[in-house]
Each structure stands twice: as C-alpha cells, then as structure tokens.
C-alpha cells in the first residue's frame, strides 16, 4: 500500500513529460492525462480507505533514507481526504477543459501545453499535501505555482499578463517567506522533517516560536488568501480561461489553509494564535462579503465569496478544539468542490449568454434550463440554503465555536451568519438578473439592484459560441452531483473529518508513525 | 553556531536593496529586486550551515567537529534551481509585456504593410522588364543561333539568376 504513495507524485510528473512529448497529438495527450489523474483518484481513495480503516498513516522514506536525513512522505486522514478531493475536481476540470477545447478548435486553450502544465499542477498539489518534511512541502509549492503562472497566463493576451503580473510578483514574494521562514526554522532547531521539528519547536522560547510562526504564516496567508494579504486574488482570478479559473478557486487556496492547519495544529500548537486568527477570520469574512456585493461580473463576484469563505476556515482553524478542526476539514471539502462547481458552471454561463456581467445576461432561464439549475444548486449550496454541505459545514464550525465560548467567537458566529446571507443576496442577484429576467428587458432595464454595481476593468467577452458541448454539461453536472453527495453522505465524512481532526491534533500520533522508535 | 559577519551583513544589505528595487513600478526592476531577495534568502539558508569555510564531508582527515552542516546547501541548492525557473518565466513575462506594450495584441499577425505592397509591385515591374529583355535578346539572336553555336539559352538563365541574386 505504501507504494501508492510515491505514485501520486510520480505519476502526474511521468505524465507531464509525456504529454509534452507528444504536442503535436492532442489526442493521446487528452487520453494520457485522464488516465493519469483517474488512476491517482483511485490511488487516493485506496490510501483514503486504507489509512482510515488501519489508523495508521502511511509513510514513505524516500529513496530509504532514513528521517530525519532523507525525506519523508507522510498520508494520514488529512493529507488522503485532501488528495482525494483535489484529484476528483482535477479530473473533472480537466474533462470539462477538453469539451471546451474540443468545441472552440483549441484556439483560447494551446493544448499542447494546457495538459503537462496541469499535470505538474497536480503533482506539486499532491506533493504539498502529502510532504512530511516542511522544504518539501516548499518545493511542492513551487511546483504548483511555476505550473500556475504558466496556465494563468496562457495564450498571453493583454489581460492574462496584467492579472499574471500581480499573482506572479504576490506569489513569489509569499514563497520567499516561506523560504526564509524555513531557513529560520532550520537555525533554530537543525531539522526540516515535521515530525521532529513537531517536538523541537517545544523546547525553543515562546518568543522565538512566535516569530517562526509568523514568518510561516504571511507565507501561506497570502496563498490562502487571507484578509490584509488577499487583494490580489479577485484581480488576477477572472481573467484566466473557465477550467483554469475553477482549478485556481477550489484547490490554490486550499493549500495554504491546509498548510495553515499543518503549521497551527502540529508545529506551532504552543503559540496561542486564537485571537489573531479570529480577528483575521472576521475581516476576512466582512470584507471579502462586500466586496462581492459590488460586483457586476460573476467571476469577480465568485472570487469575492472565495476571499470571503476563506473566513470560515481560519474562523474553524481559530477555535482550536477538535470539533472545530473536523468542522474546518469538513468546511474545506465542501468548499472546494462547491466552489470549483460554481465557477465551471460560469463557464456555461459564459457560452451560452456570451458574457458574465449580470447588467448583459438574461433570459439563461429559458434558453439553458439544465445549466439553470445546476447554477442554482450550486448558489444555493454556497449561500448556505439547509439541505445543503454549505448549511452543514457552516452549522459545524458555529457549534464547534459555541462550544468553547468567548465573545470574540460570537462575533464571528455573527460574521458568519451575516456573510452567509450575503452570499446569498449576491447569487440571488446573478440567478434573478442572469436567469429570471427576460432577454428582452435587458437592455435599458434599470433596478435599484444594478446601481453601484461596477464592471470588471476588462470586459473580455470570452468565447462566443452559443453551442454547449455535451461533455462540458456532463462534467459541470458530475462536479454538482458530488456536491450533493457531501449532504447524503454528510454523516459519514464529518465523522471521517472529525477523525482526520484528531489525528492532526494529536501530534504524538504523527511523530510515532515518522519515528516508530522514538525520535532522534 | 557561529556566522561569519560579512555574510549577515551582505545578506541585510541585499534584503534592503532587493526589497528596495522591487517597489519600483517596471517589471525588469521588480525582477531584480526578486532575484536580490532571491539570493539573500539562499544566503540565509547558507549562514544556517554555522562557521563558514569548512567542507561538508567526514573523512579524508575532517572528522564530525571541523566539518559544517550539508542540508542547509542542499536547501540552498534546490532554492536556486527553482528561482532560476522562475526568473527565466518572468523574463519571458517581461519580453511578452514590453511586446504587448509596443505594438499590441496586433504584434502576433504577420500585417501586409504598403511597403511590402510597394515592393511586391516594384518586384513585379522589375521582373516584367527582365523577361522583356529575355525575349528581346532571344529575337536578337536568333538568326544569329542558325548558323553560329551560341547557347543562347543557358546565358538568359544565368543572367537572370546573377541579377536575382544582386537584388
């Protein structure tokens, strides 16, 4: 079982090069890279039972180094829920990528390059998720972002080089944080294995701790897009092509959450980080909530709820009981399947309506009643409606909070109910301008819901074909259909969430599986 | 653990500068400002190794107190292989920008200006004229090529590819 592990790396990167190989066969490129991530999903459901069910966590010396001289791979619950999840919305995207591609003749998405770059995306994803070693964990980093700053800027138009600029200068500013923060590390205590630092980070003062932890956490801040450090995301988001987009906003700012939990829960677990985290959490929240309500454009608009929500998990991370933990991981699956839903679902919009600025859209209600309501599930989802995991997760993380009670949390409690409303004001607005209003009223049509609305900066237009490719609906429609698998089966997964929660509190556990002997 | 002084301060100084540049507005001076910063970190990840000047290696008379720690190069290493990758994409970036910059999304269609239509007309004159000449020196010679044994055809040919290179 343990030989899975390596392969979740090995695999994409295999795939990466073979697809650049054959550039000139967009065909074998296409069957090579959905083979490749649908092998890696059932590789990481495999591991996702296994660890589950053994309670053991899978570990990895790489090229059988022993730690803390060689590198460790390390999957316990966490590290396999969040492979698993990735690799779903992955293959997803990537199927909904090659029914757009087919449909436009490949002119907005170079094929050629599209495939490798989104395979080695997914191999520094998998490899900053399954990492036991913090350098690792960098390098994985880097991997998925050299892979996104290439599909960010695919085609390289006027626009794309703008918004890549920003995410490009950001992200490289956040990874020498992080590099330094390493360095720190390394100063301080001589190991870059987890599981050790896990146990030496104890035996350093409080202050020391605190300014490692810091420099850590603006590093992955700014990846997670959280509050002071998220300006960048809703400008450089939108401009990238619909599956590129919905990659971005489900899974690139989950890494730095998850990284978030890795740091807080395992390294830094003396640092008392609730109130700061808290404060974070709520401006997050707010802030991101309204900068959505301003927003004409649905992808701008979606980006803002993505800053927004990031809210509810640092909110999660904040509490630091272990409900609050198991509600976060929970609240994290939800989210990135629901918003990579979301976004794939504008991408329809985008074709059939030839626009994502609700003051343009209209009429989508009668002219694509099938990409209505996987749109409104979705909205619905995402604002928080019962039946739905938005309802579930957030309910989760208010529990969790009332749990441990402190004014500051119900505040947050607030915050959170306020911006779950908000959301759904925000929705509501694309779902009743976009899809109830008809076609005709559209233009000169005033209400006081489009005043104070701004445009996006760059209008773009975006493809204009009216023709929906039937694998782009059927992927749209299977990533929708797994959202609402998180509500039949929300029982199980907030038990399994719970159980991922534990074992990444109890950081005993995961120094005993590294070092099953003792450390060194 | 002791650092040399000179590397603290070398790497404080490149930090200033670095973080210094990057404010600057062009991409070119943003791309030294990271590749200052770049560096500097790989230096701080370097003076983590302790005392500098000893080699990484036990043996061959070094024995475990005179040699330094290899991770942090190791580190240091993998650090200047990956902001190597990087510096190379943003210097693609930057050649892209100043492309869209000068000449706009129009810089990637091959246009037909007036002046390649002016040459292409020029062209056309020009070999309307040489072919004209051709037939005139054929007429010329042709009764000429009755009874003497020039080859009349081979000096047309080679004419015209001499002129056609020259031009």
Redesign the interface.
Known sequence: MNALVPLLVVLPLSGAAITLILGRNPRLQVAISVSTLSIVTVAAAVLLYVVDTTGQAAVVKVGGWEPPFGIVLMVDRLSAIMVLVSALMLLGVLVFAIGQGIADGDKDTPVSIFHPTYLILSAGLFDAFIAGDL?NMY?GF?MLL?AS??LL?LG???AR??A??TY??VS??SS?FF??A???I??AT?T?TMALLSERIQALPLDVQIILCAALLIGFAVKAAVFPLSFWLPDSYPTAPAPVTAVFAGLLTKVGVYAIIRTDKLLFFAVPLTIPLMIVAFFTLIIGIFGALTQADVKRLLSFTLVSHIGYMIFGIAIGSELGTGATIYYIVHHIMVQTALFVSVGLIERVGRSTSITHLGGLLKKAPFVAVLFFIGALNLGGIPPFSGFLGKVGLFEAGAQSPSPLVYVLIGAGALTSLLTLYALMRIWNMAFWRPARDVAGYESPMLTSLRESPDETGGVVTATLPKLMVAATTGLIALTVCLTVFAGPLFELSERAAVGVATPAEYIRAVFPDGTP | ?SASLTLVVLMAIMYGTGVYV?LEKS?TR?LIG?ML??NA?NL??F??SGRAGDAPIIGDGATGENTV?P??QV?ML??IV?NF??TA??LA?IY??WW?ANL??EGDDVTVDDEDVIDAEEAEVYHASLDEDDEAVRAQLAGAADNGDIDIESDIDNNHTERGAGR
């Open positions: 350098f390098v880097e050299a700053y290439v800027t390289g138009t006027g080089i703008r890549g600029t490009i200068v490289l500013v020498l590099l330094a390493i360095a720190l390394y100063g001589g870059v | 653990m990057m991409l943003i990271f910063i770049g970190t701080l990840i003076l983590m720690d991770v942090p580190l993998t650090a990956i990758g990087v994409f943003i970036l892209r920008s869209l706009g999304d």
